[in-house]
């Protein structure tokens, strides 16, 4: 090798925060010891991932939850508004006196 070709060779080995002692490490041979099966990083994505989709599910199901909840709201309105005001007058009235009943 030329002179040019090792200085491009070791240019792009180097990155910030590698020392050349890194280098001469990663030249030599690794045992099958040597070699992680999984890094910590690998596990920790693993779990983020999980973690993730859990979220994702209680999301869905709180939403789900909630258009069912305001679809209802929405049709007790409608009810509210086709009920003659007499009625509602009536049912009014009569929470009141069920009230002072329940305070005696």
Sequence with gaps: MTKDQLQKEIKDKVKPGIKPSDLRKLKRSKSA?????????EKQITNLQDQIQFHSQTAQNYLASL?????????????????????????????????KNLKS
């Design 33 to 41: 010891d040597d070699i992680p099966t999984s890094s910590p990083q």
């Design 67 to 99: 258009q069912i909840s305001q679809a209802k709201v929405s049709e007790l309105e409608e009810q509210l508004k086709n009920k003659p005001l007499s009625q509602l007058v009536e049912l009014d009235n009569s929470l009141i006196a069920r009230h």
